[in-house]
């Protein structure tokens, strides 16, 4: 394809972290959009071998573990999505994470998660715009049930399973992160580009 529209392009970059309970009432902030940014900077920092000084707590951030940013490509379906939206044929948002312990890979044909753990609400502060990016920034309390978490996507129904909504993207990472339920949280957010290529 010649001309412009060969030069767009999408993309979306996931990343994750746990934490010990005791500090939840104050990480969850991590992602929402004062803190968005610069928790996913902290995060490649660690990741660098870095100090991550968290402004929010006034000392180091020092997650549990961390999973590897990651660079995926938004599925056919949250494409579609996204056609419906920009002609108004839907008015329905991806309000919702959902996470899971499936570890087949991406293939861009996914309609659901290969096996979901939980799905959270997204509040008006954990989604939003920016610039040409969607951020979306899911906080997975320490209520949600044990699993290894390694699989998680934006989505637009509060009811998991194909048919019932679509995901936007979905994002795979072994080794995923170890939550026990009632003593580990978890943060995962996911970047959404839309952005002409250079």
């Not at 030069?7 to 979306?12: E, I, K, Q, T, V």
């Not at 997204?122 to 209520?143: C, E, I, T």
């Amino acid at each position: 394809m010649d001309g412009p529209a060969a030069n767009m392009g999408h993309h979306d970059v996931g990343r994750g972290a746990l934490f010990s309970k005791a500090d939840e009432h104050i990480l969850r902030k991590l992602v929402t959009i004062p803190h968005f940014d610069s928790f996913n900077d902290l995060l490649d920092r660690k990741l660098n071998g870095q100090t991550a000084f968290c402004e929010l707590i006034n000392k180091p951030l020092d997650p549990l573990a961390i999973l590897d940013t990651k660079d995926d490509i938004v599925v056919i379906k949250g494409l579609q999505h996204m056609a419906k939206l920009g002609v108004g044929e839907s008015a329905t948002i991806w309000g919702y994470m959902a996470c899971g312990t499936g570890t087949n890979g991406e293939t861009g044909v996914e309609e659901e998660l290969q096996t979901e753990l939980a799905r959270i609400s997204l509040g008006a502060g954990s989604r939003f715009r920016s610039g040409v990016s969607m951020k979306f920034g899911g906080y997975f309390d320490s209520n949600t049930p044990t699993g290894v978490v390694t699989e998680f996507a934006p989505a637009n129904s509060a009811t998991p399973g194909a048919g019932n909504g679509d995901i936007l993207c979905r994002t795979v990472q072994t080794p995923g992160l170890n939550h026990i339920n009632l003593q580990t949280f978890f943060l995962l957010t996911q970047v959404v580009v839309l952005a002409a290529i250079p």
